[in-house]
């Protein structure tokens, strides 16, 4: 089997439910790992939306995970070091605060919703909550292999 990103929540393409987001509890949802490659010695997560009016929005940063993380719970706590899955680090998202924060698009047409997913040959050196510009540059040239999932969501309609 692949490298992949799945969730038990909602399926590739389809809408995310509300209690992933603003119009929710906004926390994270459940994912799973699949078949990472045997040579990852971390993985990194990051969910973004390109749809957002003043450019891609980051939702998620979180890197560090072991390579033998097969899921994550739903509601991963927003600390920076997350004991509880091996000691992963969490990123600043856009709304400047750690970890997850759900999608909230403006009213209009759907928005898309990227849980990119990164099999790594390196730990990143990073600390102190980075934003998703440093975890890009840091995970420059040590990316064995990605699988993305991709969550849809619209609040209303103008």
């Not at 939306?49 to 450019?55: E, H, N, R, V």
């Not at 600043?92 to 750690?98: C, E, F, G």
């Not at 934003?131 to 990316?143: I, L, N, Q």
Request: a negative charge; glycine letters at 10%; one cysteine or more.
């Amino acid at each position: 089997m692949p490298f992949a990103l799945v969730s038990p929540a909602f399926h590739d393409r389809s809408p995310i439910p509300a209690k992933f987001t603003c119009d929710g509890a906004d926390v994270s949802p459940p994912l799973a790992v699949l078949d990472p490659p045997p040579k990852a010695l971390s993985l990194a997560l990051i969910c973004d939306d390109p749809d957002a009016p003043g450019g891609t929005f980051v939702h998620w940063v979180l890197y560090n995970l072991p390579p033998d993380t097969r899921s994550l719970p739903e509601g991963v706590p927003t600390f920076e070091i997350l004991r509880e899955l091996g000691g992963a680090r969490q990123g600043t998202n856009h709304y400047r605060q750690l970890g997850y924060g759900g999608p909230c698009p403006p009213p209009g047409a759907p928005h898309h919703y990227e849980f990119t997913l990164y099999a790594l040959d390196v730990l990143l050196p990073l600390k102190g909550g980075p934003t998703k510009p440093d975890v890009d540059r840091a995970m420059e040239g040590h990316v064995l292999a990605t699988s993305r999932l991709v969550a849809m969501y619209q609040r209303g309609k103008r």
